[in-house]
């Protein structure tokens, strides 16, 4: 099951962006910890690992995978999908100028995962997500996003539990300034 999940994630990342208009796409690497629902995932820190597309100036979708890696190495994994705003201004322009420098997100979307009572891999969560703080944009290749929260409503066992990045790096393959030389 584990290997038809990075399948679709790595499908999905590959061919979203071919059928679709798009500003940029980033490379995703940083950490995450899943509070609240331990008999549930008893792991204390994953490695956080994506793509974030750029859909418009203000709207992106953010496709993370979360691979546990303490206490059991490459354990379980979970995939988020979250469609989110900027809340200060542009986050690209999708041009040459670039966007806000200094940006905050909020986002709405879905996990699959197997914290199911079950333990099967399938939609486990509704997630609401806030990212106080992210500096940098697309046009300059690399971003950092800083103590993103996010409420994950279990619709299984009906808890809410929390997922909490630290920080995530987005590294743009495309939209960034060595598109407009």
């Known amino acids: 099951m584990q290997k038809r999940v990075l399948l679709l994630i790595i499908v999905l ?4 962006p071919a059928f679709a208009g798009y500003f940029d796409v980033g490379i995703t690497l940083g950490t995450n910890a899943h509070l609240g629902e331990k008999d549930l995932d ?9 793509a ?3 859909l418009t100036d203000v709207w992106e979708l953010d496709i993370q995978a979360n691979t546990q890696l303490v206490p059991t190495f490459l354990d379980t994994t979970s995939v988020s999908f979250l469609i989110q705003r900027a809340l200060l201004g542009q986050r690209s322009t999708g041009g040459q100028t670039a966007g806000m420098g200094i940006n905050s997100l909020v986002g709405l979307g879905v996990m699959l995962s197997p914290y199911t009572l ?3 891999t399938t939609l486990s969560h509704l997630l609401v997500s806030l990212t106080p703080l992210t500096v940098g944009s697309p ?3 690399k971003r950092e996003r800083a103590l993103t929260v996010t409420l ?3 619709l299984h066992t009906k808890q809410v539990g929390v997922l909490f990045d630290l920080l995530k790096f987005d590294f743009y393959v495309v939209g960034s300034y060595k598109d407009y030389r």
């Open 42 to 50: 008893p792991s204390r820190l994953k490695l956080a690992w994506g």
């Open 139 to 141: 046009v300059i290749g």
């Open 13 to 16: 990342v590959l061919a979203f």
């Open 118 to 120: 079950d333990g099967r």
């Open 152 to 154: 994950a409503y279990n």
């Open 52 to 54: 974030s597309i750029g």
